[in-house]
């Protein structure tokens, strides 16, 4: 079974840095992408930055971009989100997200708890 765990919530000021990470434990076929996602109370889900799993392919929210990166951490074996000049609009429960295969042709995803941001103005 595999799980996602996710860990670097908090607490910061606007205009401050975070770091989530996200580590995979248990076995899969492959894996195709690593995402995170947000969800803010009383909206829906939403997708803030995703990579492919060769490090590559990386995409992010229009209301992100130049401010947070996506990218793998090899040493650690986690993939990781550095927010930076955070805004109380960041503000959300963030969730990590693995898309893959469990097997050929069976497609899988998995979702890790979520950690809450906050980012007080």
């Known amino acids: 079974q595999v799980q996602l765990v996710e860990s670097g919530g908090g607490l910061v000021q606007a205009g401050g840095s975070l770091r989530l990470d996200c580590g995979v434990s248990?076995?899969?076929?492959?894996?195709?992408?690593m995402s995170w996602y947000r969800q803010a109370p009383g909206k829906s889900r939403e997708l803030v930055a995703t990579i492919g799993i060769s490090g590559g392919n990386m995409d992010y929210a229009d209301s992100v971009k130049g401010r947070f990166t996506i990218a793998r951490d090899k040493d650690k074996g986690v993939v990781f989100l550095e927010m930076n000049n955070l805004k109380p609009e960041d503000t959300a429960v963030y969730y990590c997200?693995?898309?893959?295969?469990?097997?050929?042709?069976?497609?899988?995803?998995?979702w890790g708890p979520g950690t809450q941001v906050t980012v007080s103005s």
């Open positions: 997200n693995l898309k893959g295969f469990l097997g050929r042709y069976q497609p899988t995803e998995y």
């Open positions: 248990g076995s899969i076929f492959s894996i195709n992408t």
